[in-house]
């Protein structure tokens, strides 16, 4: 009988050990099966999660934000432990004891699906298991994908600490509100950094993973409150937080950004704009578009937040100017229903989705406004944003209107969207009447920069970069007409040739394969012999072309691709007058190095790129700074910074031609809009018909340009010029750049030889000469100058013409000599009194 039972029971024994090994190599074959072709885990250690580029203003302040995934990633370290204890509470209580996947949560899992018959399947996946399923497998529920998940999830445990894990997770995972990562969830739900957030809040975040979806703070408002008290209460059964604040935390309302209880983060943020447009475009090329979306870059632009706004402002008040006197009314072409326009809540509803600009602010913030109603002697509107008082109703008098032509009842309807600002008395800033606007047809770019270090500190792209985001100052291929001259001029400069050269002013006729093309003056005037000073400063066209010629366009060519403002110039004649296209931005970066006295100088909008651990991976000013870190340095001393930049063309030449330019404001072509304190040269530009007006000068620190046309090319009218135009946008520009950085007297270089002379006939004049007419010009020391030579650039010329042998100021002109004597220079040289100098 003993015998018997001790026989049964081991019979029973190995039934039930057998049966064992049996599962449990069915288990491990299972696993291994599962186990062979996995992804690597490993490679989780060196991961970089996608994470918000931040570009940041010279005063530290963001100023844009560029991501495909909102991420703001955070080291384990930095993250409260109140946050990770939330989550920890909601997702994976026992998080620190287990070594990946938690049997306990599994068989409860498994008895909540038996119990409901499959209607109650919960996960029961760890932390670690969710990292592994949001890494690097699928998110579906099959038993295959869970087996594998265990599997990684242990194997994770042992090559990483449980911090390391903790971070992958809380940075990765979706929190809903296109959010990822804790730090980002906090700031779109609360606008908050992670260690201001009270225990409501942290778990008010834990409760998301679960479905962000289904606790959303709106919509699913008493879903997430039930969710987010539960987190509260797990964290106080683990010991997180003691019974009282538990009972405090769990009585608070559920407030967020969504909720309108704090304000968005995004509201803090200015409108994007053309420079940080434009810094997104030039790193999406640099470092490639995936890794700048990606990278966790923080972006130290130059852009000089004060002077941009000055900026914006010039350039708008030009093109509105020119707008309204052109008299046209456009509008926005965007209308609202008249059904829609019963209520205030219903027209207020469908002007909020209409898409016009919203970041114009000249001389007030520009509101978008729907015409209600058109009565006979003013217009009612209805305004975004803003609610109607006595003191300030919606109405637009028929006086404001005045400057459009054509009918009032035929330019307006009910419904129209329009644009509407309050206009202000200038003392105290008080209520006029709102006044009537429209985004101006032509359009522009304007941009300045520093002469010595290249750091553009303004950029305006054209009106209004929400009506159109194209920038004209950098993307724009525009004809540069005159402003292309300084570029010729330097070349001959360079070529031998003296400021006091005398070039034949007279008709060309050049044979094209397009037929006889006959430059002109815009005076449709001849001068006859002419010094250069008084060719740059009057913006001589035929002067241009013939010294062209005699220098050869091959070499023009070489210099205007030295300075960037071409790649390949084609040398025909017609582009020394600036007939091939190139872009504002060349422009002005050209124009710098005539400033600096003839260093190469690149643009740029960004001073410096840092990854996402601080590292700098891209520095634009490369210059050393000698003992900036010696403490060693005499106080009546600073730090050298030395420098290694290219030279582009000689001193000397960089300081005739800056002076030739000094003419053009002093006493030439934009002698009548530009005037500024400080010593200022410059140049206008006026393509033919007037298609396109530039202006671009410079202090001996700022550089600043503007161009003006229609985004199609055609006629801006008659009158339009580069100096009319152009010239005080840069002066509204330069006065308060003045203000800020100030100017000086342009360097002299050691090589300079001064010596008088009459700007209109090149004559040499004794050393005290004064008058208008003298100019002390540089030439080159150790150089004898030659007077009185004239070059033609061999062209033939008829005879039937008529010369102006006087300019503004008349024929001959008194000047005081070295004796104190007064004497006559002049009448001005004419071709009766020269010899031919190789005229044909």
């Known amino acids: 009988m003993i015998r018997f039972i001790f026989s049964f029971f081991g019979g029973v024994f190995s039934v039930i050990t057998l049966g064992l090994m049996m599962v449990a190599l069915s288990v491990g074959a299972v696993f291994w099966m599962y186990g062979r072709d996995l992804p690597s885990h490993e490679s989780l250690a060196q991961y970089k999660p996608p994470t918000i580029s931040r570009i940041y203003s010279t005063e530290g302040k963001i100023i ?12 384990a370290e930095e993250i409260p432990d109140l946050i990770k204890q939330a989550f920890i509470s909601a997702e994976d209580k026992n998080f620190y004891q287990h070594q990946g996947y938690d049997l306990r949560g599994i068989a409860a899992a498994a008895v909540d699906a038996v119990k409901s018959r499959g209607r109650n399947v919960r996960g029961a996946s760890t932390i670690t298991q969710q990292v592994m399923k949001n890494f690097l497998l699928s998110g579906d529920r099959r038993a295959e994908r869970k087996i594998k998940e265990i599997i990684l999830a242990s194997r994770l445990e042992e090559t990483l600490s449980k911090e390391k894990i903790l971070e992958l997770y809380m940075n990765e995972i979706f929190l809903g509100q296109n959010s990822f990562g804790v730090t980002a969830a906090a700031q779109t739900y609360f606008n908050k950094s992670l260690s201001e957030l009270a225990p409501h809040e942290a778990a008010f975040l834990a409760s998301l993973p679960k479905a962000p979806g289904s606790f959303h703070p709106v919509r699913r408002k008493e879903r997430l409150l039930e969710r987010r008290n539960f987190v ?25 950004v969504q909720n309108g209880d704090f304000e968005p983060f995004q509201a803090q943020l200015p409108p994007r704009d053309y420079p940080t447009d434009e810094i997104r475009r030039q790193l999406s090329r640099d470092f490639g578009e995936g890794e700048f979306f990606s990278g966790g870059f923080s972006v130290r632009a130059t852009i000089e937040p004060e002077m941009q706004v000055i900026a914006a402002n010039a350039l708008r008040t030009a093109l509105e100017e020119y707008d309204r006197a052109d008299g046209r009314w456009r509008g926005t072409g965007e209308e609202i229903a008249l059904d829609q326009l019963g209520s205030e809540e219903a027209w207020r509803a469908a002007l909020a989705e209409v898409r016009v600009a919203r970041d114009i602010d000249l001389d007030g913030q520009w509101h978008p406004a729907v015409v209600l109603n058109i ?28 400057w459009i032509k054509g009918n009032f009842f035929d330019n307006f309807k009910p419904g129209d969207v329009v644009f509407v600002r309050r206009m202000v008395t200038d003392n105290g800033g008080e209520f006029i009447r709102w006044t009537l606007r429209q985004v101006p047809e032509v359009e522009g770019g304007f941009m300045a920069m520093d002469v010595n270090n290249g750091r553009v500190i303004a950029m305006q792209g054209g009106f209004s970069y929400q009506h159109s985001v194209f920038n004209r100052a950098t993307q724009a291929m525009r004809q540069p007409g005159s402003s292309f001259k300084p570029f010729v001029y330097a070349a001959a400069l360079d070529s031998g040739y003296s400021p006091a050269t005398i070039v034949i002013d007279a008709p060309i006729e050049i044979n094209t394969p397009q037929g006889v ?181 410079f202090t001996n620190n700022i550089v600043a340009g503007c161009y003006i046309g229609y985004d199609t090319p055609r006629s801006l009218g008659r009158g339009a010029s580069g100096g009319g135009m152009c010239g005080p946008v840069f002066q509204r520009f330069m006065s308060k750049a003045v203000k800020k950085y100030g100017g000086g007297k342009f360097k002299v270089p050691e090589a300079c030889e001064f010596i008088k002379i009459d700007r209109f006939t090149g004559a040499r004049l004794s050393d005290s000469a004064s008058g208008p007419n003298v100019v002390s010009e540089c030439f080159r020391s150790g150089e004898e100058p030659i007077f009185g030579m004239q070059f033609d650039g061999g062209f033939a010329m008829g005879g039937n013409f008529d010369l102006i042998t006087g300019d503004e100021p008349g024929e001959a002109q008194e000047v005081t000599t070295s004796t104190g004597r007064k004497a006559v220079v002049g009448p001005k040289a004419s071709f009766g009194s020269l010899s031919s100098g190789g005229l044909y």
């Open 375 to 402: 009565e006979d002697q003013q217009m009612r509107v209805g305004i975004e944003g803003v609610t109607e008082t006595e003191a300030e109703p919606f109405v637009i008098p028929r006086k404001d209107i005045s």
């Open 232 to 256: 509260l209460k797990e964290m106080m059964e683990n010991g997180y937080i003691d019974q009282g604040t538990y009972n405090w935390e769990v009585a608070q309302p559920l407030k967020s």
């Open 64 to 75: 844009d934000e560029f991501a495909k995934e909102r991420r703001l990633f955070t080291p």
């Open 517 to 697: 093309w006959r430059p002109k003056n815009a005076s449709n005037q001849f001068y006859g012999p002419t010094p250069l000073r008084t060719g740059i400063e009057r913006s001589r066209n035929l002067m241009t072309v013939r010294l062209a010629q005699e220098i050869g366009m091959e070499t023009v060519g070489m210099y205007a691709e030295k300075f960037g403002v071409y790649e390949d110039l084609n040398p025909v004649l017609a582009n020394s007058l600036g007939s091939q296209e190139t872009t504002l931005y060349q422009m002005v970066a050209a124009y710098a190095m005539f400033a600096n006295g003839g260093e190469r100088v690149e643009p740029t909008l960004v001073d410096r790129v840092q990854d996402r651990y601080g590292a700098t991976v891209y520095r634009h000013d490369r210059r050393d700074c000698v003992d900036c870190g010696s403490e060693g340095i005499s106080s009546d001393l600073s730090p050298r910074i030395v420098t290694n930049r290219e030279r582009v063309m000689d001193a000397v030449t960089a300081y005739q031609l800056t002076s030739m330019m000094e003419g053009v404001v002093q006493r030439g072509t934009a002698s009548g809009t530009v005037n500024l304190p400080v010593p200022t040269a410059g140049k206008t530009g006026t393509t033919n018909d007037a298609k396109d007006v530039w202006f671009i000068g």
